[in-house]
Structure formats: C-alpha cells, structure tokens
C-alpha cells in the first residue's frame, strides 16, 4: 500500500488528489477504477480528523491506493475550459467538504465570525467548479455536533446553499451521527438480513430527502470515528491467532478474562460528567442498595457541592439545573447529605469535565476494574430523534464484559449486531433496546405527568427522567440477583466480541461500511 502521508503535511485549503480504488464485494475483487477527489476543508480538521475519517480508512486498509496529488491549477483550468464538456472523463470524481461543526456553528451563535467567514468563502469560490463538473458532495464533518437538531439543519442548509443547485446530490457523512428523518426508526442502519454491507443499507436510510432548496434533500451515511480511532491495530493480542483475522475464535469459553462467575463484584459503572440523568440513575441504585456490591464513579452532582467540605467538589462543566435544585428541594436536606456523602467517587480518573486534554474517549479503562465485576451497566450519549453512537459501548466490549446501556438511542444494540457483535439476550432481556425508559422517557409516565397542570415544563419533563430511571435502576438490580453460574452462559460471546476488536474483524467490518459509502456516491 502506497504512503499516505502527504495528505497529512500542512496542505492547501482546497486540493485534488487521485487514488485507484478497488472495488470489490465482501469476498472478491470486482474492478479497479480511479476516483477523483476534490478536498474542500480547513487545515486544522484536515490535520486532527483525517486519519480518522471514511477516506482515511480506505487508504489504511488498501481500498484506495497509489494516491497521488494533482496539480490544483490546471485542474481548475480544465474545468473552466469553454471545451470540458467535449472531453470524455475516464475516472469518477467527487467533491468531500470536510469542516468542523464548531466554526460552522458561529455563523449562528455569532462566534468565531472571521473563521466561519474565511472557510465558507473557501467554499464559495470552488462553487463553480462543483457546478461546472456536476460533482457529486460528501459533506464530512470532523466533530459530533453537540447542538440540537434545528441547529444542525441550518449547518446543512447554509452549506447547501453555499453549494448552489449546479452541482450533484448531497451526502451527510458525520464522525459519529446520523441525522434524523421525520421518522426517527429511518435514522437508524440497521443490518440487512444476511447483513450485508452493500450500498442497498444506505439508500434505503432516508427516502424523500430530495427536493433542493430544503435541507432535508442530503442522504445521510454513516461513519463512526470514534470506533475506527478504537479499534486500532495496535489493539492486537496474543489472543488473536492469525493476527487481522477475527474467523478464528478457538473454543466457546473465554481464554483472555477471569471467569464472569467467579468475580466478587457486580457491575461496573463509570459515570463520567454529573448530568442530571445519570445523577437520577445512580441515586436510584444506592436507594435500592444496587450500588453495595459494584464499582462506580460519578463526578459531585453540583447539588452535593453544598454538603461537602470546602474544596472537594471537583470543577466541572455547570451542569446545575433548576430541576435538579427542585429534586434535592423533594428529598430534604438529611436525605441529601447522605447520598452526597458518596463523593468525590473516582476510580480510573479524576472527573472534573475536562476534555481538552482528555483521552477518555479514545482509550479504555484499566482492565483491572473489568475484573473485578460481572457486566458494565453504560451510559450512552442521547440525542433526541437521532441515532447517536460513541465510544461508550465498546469498552466494556474489548474489555470481555455484557452491558446494558443507558440513556443513548433505541435499537442501538441492533446497530452493534450489524457491525459483527453479540449481545446476551440468554441472561438479560435485551426488549429494553426498543424501550424509551431507558432514555428516562417512559411514555405512560410522560403521558400521566403532563396532565398535571400547573407544572413548569422542566419541572415536569425531570419528573419523568426520575421516575423512568427509578424503574431502570429495579431493572438493574434484578439483574444483579442472577446466580453467579449464570453469567458463564454468555462467556463464548464476550471472548468473541474482544477477539473481534482485537484481531481485526471490526476494522474489516468498518473498511466495508467505507467502501459503501464511496459506491453509493459514485452509483448515482
């Protein structure tokens, strides 16, 4: 595989460069072809997210070789040319806007003004390039926006318009986010039933999304970087047999880990940031006595910073409520103090929401902790209407353990199918994949709370988080009253999921989600 490294260096804010791409099936290669890409970007997204990204991976794995760049200028003057039409093209080609979500953001919010400014005209003078050559466009965003979905829409419409209506169709293509259609199931990819990773899963993703001149014309696909950055090479053990070869698993009993019933503890739950959501789990866990026999942290909840001694309530990110002020208001000061007597709770980090420095979401907690416990109960990321997926759930997957996860999309468990993994539907009742309890949104609860008139909307909409995560916590500690011997009825699939991290059967599933992506592009 040729060097890629030129495409690292500090480059020009728009260029083109050429690959052969090796098209090919799952088992076979079908054709070689050349494909042109157009880069249209800011340095500092290029320089952190490449690697990372869709492309990245296909020239990684060999998908897309011999990358070579062209000269910019003629390749400009050709398009330009009163005679391009004539000439008949002998490669694809295809435009990739690649910025990051956080400048795009301040033509909103009125920051970064002279950024967002410099890199939208970066934009607009290659529209007509875009135009003249009908270039198809991947939009690629380097950051998961953490904005709400109106928010996301005016990104995709402002460079939409930016665009103009010249050019070819649009593709959303987001580090780790899907954006959702009116009909939220459509956001999510699920397997085709031989799970298949074949352009047919995506065209199918969001039907309708075609009328130009509206944001919700661009097809969103899917690319996860966080997991690509996760499943690095490096990750390889002497587990694997035949290194980059996941088919070869050995027996059915977990060789890597310690026994899942022959551990002392329960569960895992790393908490991370105090969000109110996972302030209501977690104190519903040490009401029901779950918390007794597992490992866990959780940054103070800022309510607690009152009960506790001057300077041993961490510095973090302001995620003080009304709602939660009205929930401590509920348990009295005396219940309070109690809970709030747990913290500051660490195990493998200090929580204090930093995340500049962080290299939480691209690493994974000591294996010790693993150990020491049966299954990890993992909170997801929630995005309202919108599948989400981060790095959560494949920790306690490389790590050897079940979960269940908390908080993040329905049918997220489908998703971790698709990509090669197993769940433990033998001792859990994984139904609460499709349950929005488990987003603190139990409807019955929604429906009977906001009957009640005279309830402020946060105060109202927090009652339902408390008393749906009240019932995730009865589902947790009925599953910690398993018998030990139980949980040995999953271990072939925990020594599996690691194997499929570790030995290369999880980049091979990601290399093929690649691939999809750029033949859907170039199909159409």
């Not at 698993?249 to 503890?265: A, F, T, Y």
Request: aromatic share 10%.
């Amino acid at each position: 595989m040729a060097s890629a490294d030129f495409l690292f260096d500090a480059v020009p804010k728009t260029y083109v460069f050429k690959c052969d791409w090796i098209e090919s099936g799952m088992t076979h290669t079908t054709a070689t072809h050349t494909v042109e890409f157009h880069m249209i970007t800011d340095t500092l997204t290029e320089n952190f997210w490449w690697k990372g990204s869709w492309m990245g991976a296909m020239i990684k794995e060999g998908v897309l070789r011999n990358c070579k760049d062209v000269d910019f200028d003629a390749n400009v003057a050709a398009a330009q040319s009163e005679q391009a039409e004539l000439f008949p093209i002998l490669h694809h080609r295809l435009a990739v806007v690649m910025y990051n979500l956080d400048i795009l953001r301040g033509r909103f919010n009125g920051k970064n003004l002279h950024e967002v400014n410099r890199v939208m005209k970066n934009l607009e003078d290659y529209r007509h390039i875009l135009q003249r050559l009908k270039l198809p466009v991947a939009l690629s965003f380097s950051e998961h926006p953490d904005l709400d979905t109106s928010m996301y829409a005016s990104v995709i419409e402002l460079l939409d318009d930016s665009i103009g209506a010249g050019a070819g169709k649009r593709y959303v293509i987001n580090a780790n986010f899907v954006y959702a259609t009116q009909d939220s199931s459509m956001a999510v990819p699920l397997p085709t039933p031989d799970n298949n990773m074949s352009p047919e899963r995506w065209k199918n993703l969001f039907l309708g999304y075609h009328a130009l001149g509206s944001h919700t014309h661009a097809r969103g696909l899917y690319w996860n970087s966080y997991w690509w950055k996760l499943a690095g090479e490096e990750l390889e053990t002497s587990a694997c047999k035949n290194p980059g070869d996941d088919d070869d698993v050995g027996n059915q009993n977990n060789e890597i880990l310690p026994r899942l019933s022959h551990r002392r503890k329960s569960f895992l739950l790393l908490g991370g940031d105090a969000r109110p959501e996972r302030i209501c789990l977690i104190y519903h866990l040490w009401k029901n006595g779950a918390l007794d026999n597992a490992l866990w942290s959780l940054q103070t909840p800022p309510v607690c910073c009152e009960h506790l001694p001057e300077g041993t309530c961490e510095n973090h990110e302001d995620y003080s409520h009304p709602e939660l002020e009205e929930f401590a208001l509920r348990k009295g000061r005396d219940e309070m103090e109690l809970f709030c007597q747990n913290f500051p709770k660490n195990l493998d980090r200090k929580l204090d929401g930093g995340v500049l420095d962080s290299t939480k979401d691209v690493s994974f907690p000591p294996v010790e902790l693993y150990n020491q416990t049966r299954f990890s109960v993992t909170f997801e990321s929630h995005v309202p209407n919108t599948f989400f997926a981060t790095e959560k759930p494949l920790k306690p997957l490389y790590r050897g353990h079940p979960f269940v996860l908390v908080g993040g999309s329905l049918k997220e468990l489908e998703v971790l199918k698709s990509f090669g993994f197993e769940t433990f539907s033998e001792i859990i009742d994984e139904t609460y994949d499709a349950n929005p309890c488990m987003q603190g949104m139990c409807k019955d609860l929604e429906d009977a709370i906001k009957k009640n008139a005279g309830v402020s909307d946060d105060v109202s909409e927090f009652k339902i988080h408390f008393e749906s995560y009240q019932r995730v916590a009865e589902f947790i500690l009925n599953i910690t009253k398993l018998p030990a011997e139980r949980w040995d009825e999953v271990s072939g699939a925990v020594a599996r999921n690691q194997r499929h991290i570790a030995c290369g059967g999880f980049r091979k599933v990601h290399v093929e989600h690649a691939r999809a992506i750029l033949q859907t592009i170039l199909a159409e």
